[in-house]
């Protein structure tokens, strides 16, 4: 149907980046070179198709990926797109689709153009002037401001090529910033009396180019060589064959991108990385390609709901999968399983906190901490059970010998108490000297004497090699155990429940520890780009 579409192998070389990435593209008329510049941004001679006729040779926008080549850690995305004003396309709102993609997409937008800034190339800049059109920076109709689109929009570079004429401004040399800078000062009409429509017109794309974007810059270059045929074939021909000037220029052009073009950031704060920039760019394809205009705080909003879901989906599996790898079921003690889950909890918020962004009202916060406490406390729960079904089976072979005594009446004989006390005594030594049997372990243990308490009353009754006198002091002694038992248990619940108490208090206030620190941080950086924004309006 003639409308963009993303490619899908595109999609998942990004998908695949999680590294932030530095985004530049570049726009121009078709046949002005612009290829080439991306071939040397690139550090190749090839890679972006640079043809040698007047036929247009790059369609849509190609994508190269590469580590950034200055910047550790960061992944350069080139962008080369279709040259504008290609005769042979005949549809001007593809122009105006590829190049509003490229102001969306990167962080630094190079405009390609020949010769001289003059009204000729203001004209053929119009798709500036016109963007308003295609892109909303606030989702409440007739509530943007243009200084907005400054917060939204790249670096601004220049490129004038085959340049022969000289630097000055009224008799006086000149910077290619302050040529730029002149170029896009107002013009006023010849005859004031009758001011042209033509040039009110490119004062307006004049205004909209210094309001748009806030840093900008020019490169002038030198026609690259005098021999045609050299200029024909430029991605084959060895360097020294271009001029020592040109070389020098191009040089300088590539370290200022390097140097200068930084993360593309989402909302001031946010650094894309691949993976974001491929939904950006289906995102703003889908708007633009539309019929409604590209909404940036819509396109932000659905990008960090997305983000957010992911890290919380990110960090909560982390935590869970670093458990199950650290912990060896059943740990001895509750501390031991604390201190391991409290450092893999805060490896998870990191996480979260690193991938999450405009989660204002906290709502994926809390997702993340029911998440994380779900997981938690079913890891608890499996130490536990794991703990109390190695105790139970210990304990079921350490009584092997009593259960056999008791079946063949060992017990219920003269003497026969002093033995099943001795027996009773053996079974809880041996089974208290048996290690790794977790947090459970008296449980398992008070639960087995308390089975065996009806046993011994009996035992203790029948047995008449005691006097009545001593049946009520064992009685006593017996019953003097379990509410001593009984007590020591409590008290370990208390201490163990106080324990939990404590380690999720820590979590909650290194959690507010966390988020206060990105709030501050992203509170840092909107009030710098609301000073440029302020700035931006006033210049």
Known sequence: DGKLQVNAEAIEILSRIRQPVVVVAIVGLYRTGKSYLMNKLAGSQKGFDLGSTVQAQTKGIWMRCLPHPTKEGLTLVLLDTEGLGDVEKGDKKNDMWIFCLAVLLSSALVYNSKAVIDEDAIEKLHYVGEMAELIKVKSKDNDDDEAEYSRYFPIFIWAVRDVTLKLEFNGKPITEDEYLENALTPQKAKNELKSSEKLDQHNRYRDCIRMYFKSRKCFMFDLPTGDKEVLQNMDEVSEEKLSHEFRVQTKKFCDYIYTKAEVKCVDDVQKVTGEILANLATMYTEAICSSNAACVEDVVTNISVAENTRAVEEATQYYEEKMKGSVIFPTETLEQIIEISEECEK?????????????????????????????????????????????????????????????????????????????????????????RKGTKADDVLKEFKESKETLGITILKTDNTLSDQQKKAEEEKAEREKRELQTKMKERELSEENKKMEYQRRIIEENFREILEKEKHERRLMLENIKDLMRNKER
């Open 347 to 435: 490896e998870a918020l990191k996480i979260f906190m690193k991938r999450s962004f405009k989660d204002s009202d906290r709502r994926f916060n809390k997702k993340y901490l029911e998440i994380i406490q779900e997981k938690k406390s079913e890891i608890f729960r499996r130490n536990d059970t794991e703990s109390r079904s190695y105790c139970e089976k210990l304990i079921k072979n350490i009584s092997e010998d009593l259960e056999m005594a008791i079946n063949q009446g060992s017990y219920a004989k003269l003497g026969g108490y002093q033995k099943y006390k001795e027996e009773m005594e053996r079974i809880e030594e041996k089974y208290k000297k048996e290690p």
